[in-house]
């Protein structure tokens, strides 16, 4: 086995403390990454919140990170050590089902082996996170860093990026699209800078009347008040495709009216029920539709088109050693747009 060091979840206070960790010996089709900055989601949140003391292993959060090579299996074509990397919040399928053969590893039918608070394939133990110096992870599943992406401002599109790059590419977006964008948090602002880069008119929907210059200021042309009943009613039939990624329980209803006829919703920010009167599918044609993640050539995909046009997020970066500030602040939404941990102090 492997030492490193990470953050660890107490259960009992519901917090990460800094420990020992152990990560596996290489197998022939690994490589090893010094964990150099891990970008924290919500999931990472809900998974602390959720964690129990009687919880089968241990929880250490973090699914979208980026590092640099330190040692490579014997099996591994294409990676050496010192090349940059970046690794998402799927680390391992099955790779014979019709998903996996799609190159739709995140909708495989035995599911995906995630990033943490997965379950290894091979040895059967719990998988641990990013938060840690140290990641051991198959080739398969890390992808080169393209050279001109900052490195802890790209950490965030291996899992908010690719989240909503899925629908943005399967739904067709592109030059003479209509795009809105619902929510401007972790999801939401690299929805917006990827659609408008697609070259997609993009408008954003939110609540907050004082977002208008942030906005226009990532690339929406167009800016929607969700609560002013005028602005929601002149936007009806508008738009081909809408991304929602608000992450409160919600009225989907509002936004399905701004579809355009044979449009899509695409809900991708609250994963729990949602009602919905089949009138308002009804008229207009519209659809109802969600994605999570993405397989292996979507994210590799997702990475060029990011590169190509200087794409990332917009973060705050902090030492790891403030990472449950940076939950807190995470849980009163009080961030702009996603923070992202610098491990280097776990040296």
């Known amino acids: 086995m492997r030492s490193t060091t990470g953050w660890l979840a107490d259960s009992a206070t519901r917090t990460l403390r800094r420990t020992a960790l152990k990560r596996r010996d290489l197998r022939p ?6 964990v150099d900055y891990c970008g924290v989601c919500h999931t990472d949140l809900h998974a602390l919140r959720a964690h129990e003391s009687d919880a089968a292993g241990v929880l250490v959060p973090g699914h979208e990170f980026t590092g640099v090579v330190t040692e490579v299996g014997s099996a591994v074509p294409g990676f050496s050590p010192g090349d940059p990397v970046a690794v998402g919040n799927i680390v391992d399928s099955c790779g014979r089902c019709r998903m996996c053969q799609a190159g739709q590893e995140n909708f495989c039918h ?3 082996t995630l990033t943490y608070g997965g379950t290894d394939r091979e040895d059967g133990s719990t998988t641990l996170g990013g938060y840690s110096r140290e990641y051991v992870v198959s080739h398969r599943f890390a992808y080169h860093l393209p050279p001109h992406l900052d490195a802890a401002a790209t950490a965030p599109l291996l899992c908010a990026g690719v989240t909503v790059w899925e629908p943005l590419r399967a739904l067709g977006v592109g030059p003479g699209s209509t795009v809105a964008v619902a929510g401007l948090g972790g999801l939401g602002h690299l929805a917006v800078k990827m659609a408008a880069g697609l ?10 009347p004082e977002k208008a210059d942030e906005a226009r200021g990532l690339g929406a042309q167009g800016f929607i008040v969700s609560t002013d009943a005028k602005q929601m009613k002149a936007a ?12 409160a329980p919600h009225d989907v209803a509002p936004y399905l009216r701004v579809v355009a006829m044979d449009g ?4 991708l920010g609250h994963l729990g029920p949602v009602t919905v009167e089949t009138m308002d599918l009804l008229v207009g044609r519209k659809k109802l539709s969600s994605a999570g993640s993405g397989g292996r050539p979507s994210t590799a995909a997702m990475l060029d088109f990011c590169a190509e046009r200087g794409i990332t997020a ?6 790891s050693s403030q990472v449950n500030n940076a939950l807190e602040r995470l849980e009163r939404n009080d961030v702009r747009y996603r923070f992202v ?3 280097s102090d776990l040296d």
């Not at 070259?199 to 939110?206: D, R």
């Not at 917009?314 to 030492?319: A, Q, R, S, T």
Request: charged content about 25%; cysteine-free.
């Open 29 to 34: 089709d690994d490589i090893a990454v010094r």
């Open 110 to 112: 035995e599911f995906p």
């Open 199 to 208: 070259g997609a008119t993009t408008s954003v929907i939110s609540r907050t």
């Open 236 to 247: 009806r039939d508008q738009f081909d495709v809408v991304i929602d990624t608000v992450s």
């Open 264 to 267: 899509t919703l695409s809900h």
């Open 314 to 319: 917009d973060i705050e970066l902090l030492p």
């Open 341 to 343: 941990l610098d491990m």
